[in-house]
């Protein structure tokens, strides 16, 4: 029993910043961009709130941080990060109406990059023994719980152990769910990104409503990299150590077919199936199986990308003009 | 009654370039009145209706709403002045419901409630007689339901001017007669109703009055009840154009093509072809005549094996062996394999004849790209063909080389039809091989054609201009709304009679005794 | 609007020569901005700066074969990936292709061992890999030619699987707790590409030379890369001429799977000699832009690898020297890319006055 409640939660704890980043990328898909640099945006979102964190430790001293400031530099910083990124992506794809497939894997070498240069120089100047930076300080602020969580037993671990930005997650998600199917600008964004023809004759500013999208769903996957690194890696930031999330938050796109409110439950299960190995043993299969394991995301979301697309329920299909430019053709 | 028309044009010009779409064009349409705007294909019509609904802004003239001269810049400028245009070409997003695609891209109308929009779509189409479910998806609906979302989509921002773009081009008899009486009601309800149209038929059932159009130029707006369809329809036509196209009699023609009871739905469950046969000889040029959209693409696509066929038999007669092929429902591959030298010129040509990227030598390869028994392409024959059509047709081109997108409409053209003689057919299909063209390169086309004629080949003509098809044919097949309306011989008939068979329609002859 | 609007260029075409032009243009601003921000970052001047990189990337015999050893490696995945995107086909699974055939190869150098002479054994090794890379080329195809399924989304999954199958092999056969595969065969050699000369990586070179001159031709001369082209500009008119256009979509994803395959098995047998998930290194992606930039033509594609590789080695002598990160190479590359991206437009799209603004006002 300890060990599921201890699984779940850590599922939800791996969940988080798929969440972040599938929330965004549904986001801009649904503007009909394919965004590809989203990995690298997450890294950026991540170093950037690490660069900010690190200055304010480094300025007050980590004994002095308030934790209000500790909390709020970090963020902004991150959103800062994220928000150039999603501009950058922006410009060549709505405005230069560069591919968007090259532009997004560009966009991703480039974020990696970044990230793990910053982060290889903050070590440097950190004149830490270890190939990491420690953020124990600011990591503590952002951990913060609810005082009562672990008096509620199993309900309040399961609900109300986690720190504020996973609950940032998910309502983001169901905001996000809501504007896009219960409100005008949803419905807005919607037909941009299935038919921006349309869109257009309707006197909606097509590139407007692409830019803005693109540039919130840029910021959302962002915080998703900052939630890795203050929280689940406890502040500790290593270069590399963020891996491939950024890719599973695209396939949870696939898998919730383009729901954000779908994508809360399937990035709680992919971060489950993420460390399932930890907690399965099948008899004869020794630590090997673990790899095994962490395939079975991408196998899941094949499968439904499979079946959505024999299903041929237009509901379920990717945004029509998804990975097309617009371009209004002049007479 | 001294009443002030609704909407009034002055003069309007408009230019393309070198061509003159419309010509100090002089309109007027009252409150609660249809007016009919006839024309022949591309007489003008829809450019000017473009002025009015914002897309296009004119070169002179004024035009005036209520009597009120205003600047129409936008399609948002035409809304301000309660004007709403429904194109030929839906604008609707498929995977949202009627009501998402109707309050798309409204502001500023308090919350966003999306069923008090429906019961107001709702209320709107009671009023009328419309037949609406406002939450069923666009993907479901047949095109009439999408034409009704088009038409509510602007009576609920208010339109009092509709304007109305060959709505009946793909309705059924039975939705057409639905559609008048919506009209009707909205006529009663004192709103504008302006409809861009070529079928007489229907001018004459629905209209108050009657504007027509001819070749860009206003000709005269009369009363409908005071005029018939021959009167509008030589209004439409205008006088008989002499054309200097040599015709010579066909010589020892054979059937060589036997069309059979042709069925074909389109991607909607239209019917787009009903029962067609017919007969193409060879030695003769057999020209399709009807209004745009009648089915003539679905036939030539059938024939040439694009096209799946529900029933019907096309039998090609083989003049070397003598032997009969049924092509109904073949590939393109499997018809030539069979020795049928069928060759096509499609109504697309940079879209499906031609690969706009590709320069002149690879194009010419299109067809014959699989000639020769290496694994390579043999590019020295399709180039000597190239250089021999450019300098035969006098293609204008910097190079062979040049991607043929980047050539004018003509030459584009003369480049399609040179590598499809080439070919040496039997069978040579074209359709609209004249549309965009100068004068001499449609003179060049048609003499190709006669060559082609009589060299003995049976040549198939899908043309718009009826001067043309009576002139250069020597058989004509009607067709009307998928329908053959008859086969006139080309030396024997007159516009008029060709007219008047394009559009013709069945229902109209079985439901001839109601209202 | 701001008095300005844009216009499509279709019938006035920028001559070849001046789309070069632009496209050179832009890869000088973005070496530019480059120095700007190597130069904000080390303090050093930016010649000294151009001096180190060309240092980088040829200023030793050892340096010159690690450049030619990389572009060939980059180039060879390129060739790879082309005809499918000549064909409109987004395969961004040329990675996981590539890694299972560097599998295939691996798994072959660990079981067979030196049972077999190793001319042999490195024709077995080519052969197991190309089959392993295609078969992971052609599950995208088949689906996309049966439901159309996206091959974009498709792909990319393709190569995480792959690249789990590769960690998984990795943690049955790892030597010892390294959690890594030591370099096979390291005494006898067998399965090793052998060096001619003394040079490790010639024959490597070779060969992709040799596959890019063949892709060029294939494209240009042969029957097949005709019917790709016509499929990618435009399918209604492969249909009107016969073309079976899933077949084509097939035949070409399987080619295309084929040369990742071999890729995979020159990066294991001609360089590393062991497998890991970072064999391929993200050439797979890179290979899109390389492709990409050079608009599908193999020979291009020699130049365009050839920059991307140079500026990768010289901003990593760069960052070496001046005690930065070795992701400085990532950052030079992203920033690179971003303007030869965005220089298209101006290639494609005409800037024009408002004209009719102008008049009324």
């Known amino acids: 029993m300890t060990m599921l409640v201890q699984f779940i939660q850590r599922a939800v704890m791996q969940g988080v910043p798929l969440l972040f980043g599938s929330t965004g990328e549904i986001l801009t898909e649904k503007s009909g961009h394919l965004n590809l640099g989203i990995p690298g945006i997450m890294y950026v979102g991540a170093i950037s709130g690490v660069i900010g964190s690190f200055f304010y430790e480094d300025k007050v001293g980590a004994a002095n941080i308030n934790p209000f400031l500790a909390v709020l530099i970090p963020i902004l910083t991150s959103i800062l990060g994220s928000l150039v990124m999603g501009l950058i992506y922006c410009f060549l794809t709505v405005t230069l109406r560069a591919n968007q497939n090259v532009t997004g894997l560009a966009l991703t070498t480039f974020g990696v990059g970044f990230g793990n240069f910053f982060g290889g120089s903050l070590i440097k100047i950190s004149g830490s023994d270890m190939p990491a930076i420690t953020l124990s300080a600011t990591s503590k602020c952002f951990k913060t719980t609810l005082p009562f969580a672990n008096s509620l037993g199993v309900v309040g671990k399961l609900l109300f152990s986690y720190s504020f930005l996973a609950y940032v997650a998910i309502i983001i998600a169901i905001i996000a769910s809501y504007v896009l199917n219960h409100t005008r600008t949803g419905l807005h964004l919607r037909a941009v990104g299935e038919n921006p023809a349309t869109a257009d004759a309707a006197g909606i500013n097509v590139n407007r409503y692409k830019y803005v999208t693109t540039i919130i769903g840029s910021i959302i996957a962002g915080l998703g990299g900052l939630y890795y690194v203050m929280d689940y890696a406890s502040g500790i930031w290593s270069n590399g150590g963020f891996g491939d999330r950024g890719w599973l938050a695209v396939a949870i796109v696939i898998f919730a077919i383009w729901r954000p409110n779908m994508a809360i439950p399937a990035s709680i299960l992919f971060g489950g199936l993420f460390i399932v190995y930890n907690y399965v043993s099948i008899p004869g299969m020794g630590i090997e199986a673990q790899e095994l394991f962490k395939m079975l995301p991408y196998i899941v979301t094949l499968v439904v990308l499979i079946i959505t697309s024999m299903r041929e329920k237009r509901e379920s299909q990717p945004p029509q003009s998804l990975g097309l430019s617009y371009f209004r053709e002049e007479r | 009654m001294a009443e002030v028309p609704a909407i009034e044009l002055k003069n309007i010009t408009k230019t393309f370039g070198p061509i003159v779409a419309n010509k100090d064009v002089c309109l007027t349409a009252n409150r609660g009145e249809i007016l009919s705007i006839l024309g022949e294909n591309g007489s003008g019509k829809t450019t000017l209706m473009n002025m009015i609904s914002g897309i296009y802004y004119p070169d002179h003239g004024q035009i005036f709403i209520d009597g009120k001269e205003v600047e129409i810049k936008s399609p948002k400028d035409a809304f301000g002045y309660k004007i709403g245009m429904i194109h030929q070409h839906f604008k609707l997003v498929d995977i949202f419901t009627a009501t998402e695609n109707i309050v798309l891209g409204l502001k500023d109308q308090g919350r966003y409630n999306l069923k008090k929009s429906a019961a107001k779509i709702k209320a709107i189409a009671d009023l009328y007689g419309f037949v609406l479910d406002p939450n069923k998806k666009i993907y479901d609906m047949s095109v009439s339901e999408k034409q009704t979302v088009e038409i509510i989509k602007v009576l609920y921002r208010g339109a009092d001017i509709l304007i109305l773009d060959e709505p009946t081009a793909v309705l059924t008899p039975q939705e057409t007669r639905r559609l008048f009486s919506v009209l009707r009601r909205m006529k009663a309800d004192g709103k504008t109703i302006i409809i861009i149209t070529h079928k007489l038929n229907e001018v004459m059932e629905i209209s108050d009055r009657v504007s027509v159009l001819r070749k860009g130029e206003y000709i005269g707006t009369v009363n409908t009840k005071e005029t018939n369809e021959s009167a509008l329809t030589e209004m439409m036509v205008g006088k008989k154009i002499e054309l200097n196209i040599e015709r010579s009699d066909p010589k020892d023609t054979e059937d060589r093509l036997i069309v059979a009871g042709l069925n074909c739905k389109n991607r909607e469950g239209v019917q787009v072809l009903d029962n067609v046969s017919f007969t193409a000889k060879s030695g003769e040029i057999l020209g399709v005549a009807g209004i745009a959209g009648s089915g003539q693409r679905e036939l030539l696509e059938a024939i040439a094996g694009l096209q799946r066929l529900e029933s019907g038999s096309i039998i090609y007669n083989n003049p070397k062996t003598k032997e009969q092929e049924n092509l109904r429902n073949k590939t393109p591959i499997q018809i030539r394999d069979l020795g049928v030298r069928l060759s096509f010129v499609p109504e697309d040509r940079l879209g499906m004849g031609l690969v706009g990227n590709m320069d002149l030598t690879d194009n010419m390869m299109l067809r014959s790209y699989k000639k020769g028994k290496t694994v390579f392409l043999e590019r020295s024959k399709p180039k000597e063909l190239a250089e021999q059509i450019v300098e035969d047709l006098e293609v204008v081109t910097p190079s062979i080389s040049t991607p043929v997108r980047r050539l004018s409409g003509g030459n584009v053209q003369k480049v399609l039809v040179g590598r499809e003689i080439a070919a040496a057919p039997t069978v040579f299909m074209a359709a609209y091989p004249v549309r965009g063209l100068d004068i001499n390169s449609s003179y060049l086309i048609y003499n190709l054609l006669n060559q082609q004629k009589e060299k003995g080949v049976s040549v198939i003509f899908v043309g718009e201009d009826l001067d043309v098809l009576i002139a250069l044919c020597d058989r004509i097949v009607v067709l009307s709304s998928g329908k053959v309306t008859g086969i006139v011989e080309a030396r024997d008939t007159t516009k008029e009679e060709v007219g008047l068979l394009m559009t013709k329609t069945f229902g109209n002859e079985e439901e001839g005794g109601e209202e | ?361």
């Open chain 3, 1 to 361: 609007m701001l008095g300005f609007h844009v216009v499509k260029r279709s019938k006035d075409a920028m001559p070849w020569w001046n789309a070069w032009l632009i496209r050179l243009g832009s890869i000088l601003i973005g070496a530019l901005v480059c120095a700007l921000v190597t130069v904000l970052l080390t303090g050093k001047d930016p010649v000294n700066v151009f001096t180190t990189m060309v240092d980088g990337a040829f200023g030793s015999e050892r340096r010159i074969w690690a450049l030619l050893q990389g572009i060939a490696m980059l180039l060879c995945v390129s060739i790879a990936v082309t005809p499918a995107f000549k064909m409109r086909f987004w395969n961004i699974g040329a990675e996981g292709q590539a890694l299972m055939g560097g599998l295939a190869s691996a798994a072959c150098m660990m079981f067979i061992g030196d049972r077999l002479p190793n001319w042999l054994m490195l024709i077995v090794m080519a052969v197991t890999s190309m089959l392993a890379g295609a078969i992971w080329g052609v599950i995208p195809a088949l689906f996309k030619a049966r439901w159309n399924t996206n091959e974009t989304l498709f792909t990319l999954m393709m190569n995480y699987i792959a690249i789990q199958i590769v960690s998984y092999f990795i943690c049955i056969y790892a030597t010892g707790g390294s959690g890594k595969i030591d370099v096979l065969n390291a005494t006898t050699h067998t399965g090793w590409m052998p060096s001619i000369g003394g040079k490790a990586y010639l024959l490597n070179v070779i060969v992709v030379l040799i596959l890019t001159v063949i892709m060029y031709v294939y494209l240009k001369y042969s029957k097949q890369g005709y019917e790709i082209a016509v499929v990618g500009e435009s399918e209604n008119t492969a249909k009107y001429i016969g073309i079976d256009v899933r077949k084509v979509i097939i035949r070409t994803m399987i080619i295309s799977g084929l040369l990742c395959g071999l890729a995979g098995f020159l990066l294991v047998s001609g360089a590393d000699h062991t497998i890991s998930r970072d064999t391929i290194a993200g050439r797979g992606f890179t290979a899109i832009m390389v492709s990409w930039l050079a608009k599908f033509n193999p020979l291009v594609m020699i130049l365009t690898s050839f920059l991307l590789v140079f500026f990768e080695k010289g901003s990593s002598q760069v960052s070496q020297l001046c005690g930065l990160n070795a992701s400085f190479s990532d950052i030079i590359t992203g920033i690179i890319i971003f303007f030869i991206i965005g220089s298209e437009f101006f290639i494609n799209f005409k800037i024009m006055k408002n004209e009719k603004e102008v008049k009324k006002s």
